[in-house]
């Protein structure tokens, strides 16, 4: 089993900045995958960015506003916020995929509210 558990969420004023963390712990931890969801209201979750193995790959709609970064000895993930918008208000998820045969994030934390004032 992996645990996730996310924090860093809050209020923040467009134009501003916000780090999300994740911490991981739980068995052996080397996943296939690694990344940050989001979730707004009345809307589906929808990807932000991820650790594929080594490389990483973000959204369209945050790509050079957000940047994902990992410290491996801590077993944290971090997402950097930059210039935020009101329209990334959501709640915030970190997910795992655990293996490449696991063709889904099978592990997901509780999430974070992310709330972006204009």
């Known amino acids: 089993q992996v645990q996730l558990v996310e924090s860093g969420g809050g209020l923040v004023q467009a134009g501003g900045s916000l780090r999300l963390t994740c911490a991981a712990s739980?068995?052996?931890?080397?996943?296939?995958?690694m990344g940050w969801f989001r979730q707004a209201p009345g809307k589906e979750r929808e990807f932000v960015a991820a650790f594929i193995q080594t490389a990483t790959t973000y959204a369209d709609s945050v790509k050079g506003r957000f940047t994902i970064s990992r410290d491996n000895a801590k077993n944290t993930m971090y997402l950097q916020m930059y210039n935020v918008k009101p329209e990334d208000t959501a709640v915030y998820y970190c997910a795992v995929r655990s293996t490449y045969y696991v063709p889904k994030y099978d592990y997901w934390g509780q999430g974070t509210q992310v709330t972006v004032s204009s």
């Open positions: 739980g068995r052996t931890f080397s996943p296939y995958a």
